[in-house]
């Protein structure tokens, strides 16, 4: 796996929101809301009809399935990550499939759906946001989708996509491309296996309405619900729940402050099957230069919010003092740290020799200095949960047990 970790800006954001009066309602998109419609009846009615006369046969709940983890790989690996943030290279294969079962999503074309989604990271929370969620909840979950774009917001440009032959070629094939692949393969792998209806129903219908209120849920759910661990300086948060039902898009909060990390979930507990794909496929060759935040701005980013909550925390004196002096370790071990990993990079980049002496000898001075890092960092949120407890604290010698 070819991997790089860059030092990535934050987005511009604005302050945290407040609900904003509705401005006069845009024109609806019939198209949209005839798609959105057609899509909900479809799967209801359909499943009405279809179970009771056939019930729901493995292979039709196995298209189904496919079908609807494909499409959702294909707009967070592909659509999102891939084409909206430049989150890593791709091979033309894993191209191709990508933007072909994205179409099949019925989301507009890549470029297309890059151009709404930059804007709203440019322009989080603003007027220019296309899903605005200070507008509520219903409004940047679906409400978005059925009025037209407003024609005095300029275009968001896209002109890398628009040199990509792949991407242009989609656009301007995109309802073919759409209609091949998210209505009749589903209904021709339904007939290959004696079930054509169950292909319909199960591969098309009820697929699409999953895949559509999955995709909608991050722009609503992940700008409401969860917690704020690296910024809030704007509504996006960290949810479990939206990461579990689209593989992984639901740290939020994570991806908003950096968001040109291939990773959404970047710890190593948290959900993100799109993160463990596509270092699956680093790994034979389809992907390669996976972006990552290096960790020490990651763990920066966590500081930052800690500072934030304890300026509001009623604090004695003297053990506000003390958080002031472990705070100051920590950034002292930081910094150490940091220049370490720069060191080791540079060194590793520079030396044909992996395993030689020197490149040992920086990794473990490295090692040691995250052992201490951590061992402060530990320290750290315990005395944020118990400030208190701090006064019992001794930080000599380094290896002193932390409380």
Known sequence: MTGGCYNLMMPAVSDPV?????????????????LLVLVHVAAVAGLAIYLPVHGLTLAAALIGLVLTVVSIFSISAGYHRLFSHRAY????????????????????????????????????DSDEDPYDARRGFWYSHIGWVVRKTDPSIPATPVRDLERDPLVAWQDRHYAVVGISMGLVLPVLLGLACGDLWGGFVMGAAVRL???YHATFSINSFAHRFG??????????RDSLLTALVSMGEGYHNFHHTFPADYRNGVRAHQFDPTKWALRAMAAVGLARRLHCTPPPAILRARLRMDDRRLEAMPVPPAVRQRLQGLRAMIDRALVQW??????????????????????????????????????????????????????????????????
């Open 89 to 124: 290279e791709a091979h033309p294969v894993l191209r191709f499939l990508l933007l072909a079962f994205g179409a099949g999503a019925f989301q507009n074309s890549a470029l297309a759906w890059a151009a709404d989604h930059r804007r709203h990271h440019g322009n989080t």
């Open 338 to 403: 940091h220049d370490l990993l720069s060191h080791y990079e540079a060194k590793r980049l520079e030396t044909r020799d992996q395993a030689s002496d020197v490149l040992a000898g920086i990794r473990a001075e490295m090692l040691k200095a995250g052992r201490e890092l951590r061992r402060l960092h530990a320290t750290w949120k315990r005395a944020l949960r118990s400030p208190a407890l701090l006064m019992t604290w001794n930080a000599e010698p380094p290896g002193a047990p932390s409380i």
């Open 18 to 34: 407040v609900a904003v009066p509705a401005a006069r309602p845009l024109p609806i998109d019939w198209r949209n809301l005839g």
């Open 209 to 211: 309405l999953l895949v």
């Open 227 to 236: 917690s704020q661990p690296y910024s809030d300086r704007s509504t996006a």
